[in-house]
């Protein structure tokens, strides 16, 4: 059982920059691959990024890549999202989760727990 708690979100001006981070609770972190999701209204939920259970590789999606950054502390259970450059469409509520898969998952489902979400606004 992974218990996971978002915190960072808020409104952030186009160009700015925001940090999005996770805490697991649970001494097995470091055997959950992480992923960061996203929901706008009216919209199905998205990948952002995901890494994998030692930290060393990473997936992003294609519209994010070279803008976030997605970091995991094993030590402390924690998952990070550093949100470069932000722009009005990545205006969503920001969900953390959690796979027991080894590979990153880009898709909701194998996503087993997940956060309660903290919402993101950009403004242009």
């Known amino acids: 059982q992974v218990q996971l708690v978002e915190a960072g979100g808020g409104l952030v001006q186009t160009g700015g920059s925001l940090r999005l981070s996770c805490a697991a609770s649970?001494?097995?972190?470091?055997?959950?691959?992480m992923g960061w999701f996203r929901q706008a209204p009216g919209k199905e939920r998205e990948f952002v990024a995901g890494i994998s259970r030692s930290g060393a590789g990473t997936v992003y999606a294609d519209s994010v890549k070279g803008r976030f950054t997605i970091s995991r502390d094993n030590a402390k259970n924690t998952v990070s999202l550093q949100m470069n450059s932000p722009k009005p469409e990545d205006t969503a509520v920001y969900y953390c989760a959690a796979s027991s898969l080894v590979a990153v998952q880009t898709t909701p489902p194998p996503y087993k727990y997940w956060g309660q979400g903290t919402q993101v606004t950009v403004s242009s």
């Open positions: 649970g001494r097995t972190f470091s055997s959950y691959t």
